[in-house]
């Protein structure tokens, strides 16, 4: 009732002229044998949701069936139950036996029943740990602290002390936690550094031979790790010096558990210990183009990529390890840092030029035009003619890596407002490539004079009254907006240079 109630204005739109609204971000959660194939039970809303969608541009698609996410469910409730089958035979017994007695605390605040005088974890997934994101950044890995709450819990379980329990219920959760800061790697910085060097000691060879290239990626790949390590440092300075804040610095955000698992006694450092800390990226297509002259819409370019996006979620999982922190790999949105970053890579390398880094040859034209941003993280580029399942299909080999935030999206030409089963047959495309969140960008204009609302983005009049004065809304980061000049110049120009992915 309360989705339907959510769908339903959103599709009404706001005022009396239905006008979209541009806040909040609208999430639909989709999942196999609840809503997302025919004869589900909620297989209606998912309809509504579609139909939101193609009015509205909201709700996104977030992916419950995704891999990732079910593996961390599993290796939760794999570690709870080594740590049961450890307990020496009297804390066993007496756990048993608290079990028995309580059998509805058990259940809910620790997900433990007993099968034959046998302690067992419900596989059960709760409410609180079906995949959720706060938007297209936010993507909560597995808790590594998790565990040794679930530990203490069950100690306050068995000495009765059901008020001591906290809200960490699972590594898995997701409600409670967040990222808490994110720090980003900018790659065509460290690709034009890795060029440069090489071609500084061994020459400049046009075309480069394959050992001069192979050079060039190993020292490329030199310096991210390098990088990585850096960045790691800086997220432990931020962290310690978030953590020492006290807790009347975000009060409601403790003591109404908005942050889960804090303790008065341990300092906020109790609640987000629990959160993300996580190394962001941008410009892997620019990196793999000043390196190979390609980028990762080619076979040769992918496969780099992912090396690229191995060696992040590698260091990651030994910075988790060694420190106790729940380090991820994050997508970087880059609103600002789009251009901010391409701003200071002129600065830093004048002598650098490179067609679709630094600067674009219009095809009409031939017309040389400054380039001016990065592209977002691991994006295929905006300017690639590429259609929507090609899109799809490039990104979803690379958002697996992820454990920070990520996000696919395509870009339509026209409305589907007449053509819901279009919009369902590409969500469903994501969601069965395993894409954990995924959009639709679709023209969603307006006359500005009768509101009348106007789908065709190359529509020059409004055919209900004839004003050519519109509203014109789209998706310019995360959110919605009617209009671009207040985001900086580069993100300005990155809208302007989307190209449609036809979905041929």
């Known amino acids: 009732m ?51 969608t193609s009015m509205r541009i909201y709700p996104n698609y977030v992916n419950c069936d995704w891999t990732v996410s079910n593996a ?22 007496n756990l048993v036996n608290m079990i028995q007695e309580n059998k509805n605390v058990a259940d809910e605040k620790l997900g433990l029943y007993v099968d034959d005088n046998k302690v067992k974890v419900d596989l059960t997934e709760r409410p609180i740990e079906l995949f959720n994101t706060m938007g297209c950044r936010t993507i909560n890995g597995l808790d590594i602290n998790a565990l040794d709450n679930f530990k203490e819990n069950v100690k306050h379980f068995i000495d009765n002390e059901f008020d001591k329990i906290d809200d960490i219920f699972s590594g898995a959760q997701k409600d409670g936690r967040g990222n808490i800061c994110p720090v980003t790697i900018i790659f065509p910085t460290l690709a034009a550094m890795a060029v440069k060097k090489i071609t500084a000691k061994y020459g ?49 955000m ?37 390196m190979f002259g390609y980028d990762h819409t080619t076979p040769q370019g992918l496969e780099r990529a992912k090396v690229i996006e191995q060696l992040y979620f590698d260091r990651c999982a030994e910075f988790k ?11 970087t949105p880059a609103e600002n840092l789009c251009y901010t970053a391409m701003k200071k890579f002129k600065q830093k390398f004048p002598e650098f030029e490179q067609e679709n880094v630094t600067y674009f040859i219009d095809k009409k ?3 040389h035009i400054d380039k001016i941003y990065f592209t977002n993280s691991m994006h295929v580029p905006v300017w690639d003619e590429i259609n929507a399942f090609e899109k799809i299909d490039i990104e979803s080999q690379l958002t697996g890596y992820n454990s920070g935030g990520v996000i696919t999206y395509v870009e339509l030409p026209s409305s589907c407002v007449n053509n819901v089963e279009a919009l369902e047959t590409l ?28 789908y065709d983005d190359n529509a020059t ?23 671009v000049e207040h985001f900086n110049p580069g993100k300005q120009q990155e809208f302007s240079d989307r190209v449609k992915h036809f979905a041929h």
């Open 461 to 483: 009049c409004c055919p209900k009254c004839g004003s050519d004065s519109f509203i014109r809304l789209g998706r310019i980061t995360g959110y919605l907006s009617t209009t």
């Open 254 to 290: 403790y003591e109404n558990h908005t942050m889960a698992g804090y303790h008065e006694n341990e300092g906020i450092i109790s609640a987000l210990k629990h959160g993300t800390i996580v190394i962001g990226q941008l410009g892997v297509a620019e990196a793999l183009l000043i």
């Open 365 to 367: 034209t031939g017309e």
């Open 427 to 454: 969500v469903d495309y994501a969601m069965d490539k395993d894409v954990p969140y995924f959009a639709l960008n679709i023209p969603i204009n307006r006359c500005a004079k009768c509101g009348e609302p106007i």
């Open 321 to 331: 390890k060694q420190y106790k922190l729940n380090f991820g790999v994050y997508y």
């Open 72 to 93: 961390w469910l599993k290796q939760d409730r794999q570690m709870k139950q080594e740590y049961i089958d450890s307990l020496d035979k009297k804390t066993y017994d």
């Open 204 to 252: 400049d060879e046009n075309p480069r031979s394959e050992e001069h290239t192979q050079m060039i990626w190993d020292e490329f790949m030199r310096l991210l790790d390098k990088k990585l390590h850096e960045a790691k440092d800086t997220l432990l300075e931020r962290f310690n010096h978030i953590a020492s804040q006290s807790p009347a610095s975000a009060k409601f």
């Open 2 to 52: 309360f989705t339907r109630a959510l769908l339903d204005v959103s599709i009404e739109g706001l005022g009396s002229k239905g006008v979209t609204s541009i806040f909040p971000c609208g999430i639909f959660q989709l999942k196999s044998g609840v809503n997302k194939e025919p004869g589900t039970p909620n297989y209606d809303l998912k309809q509504l949701a579609l139909k939101s």
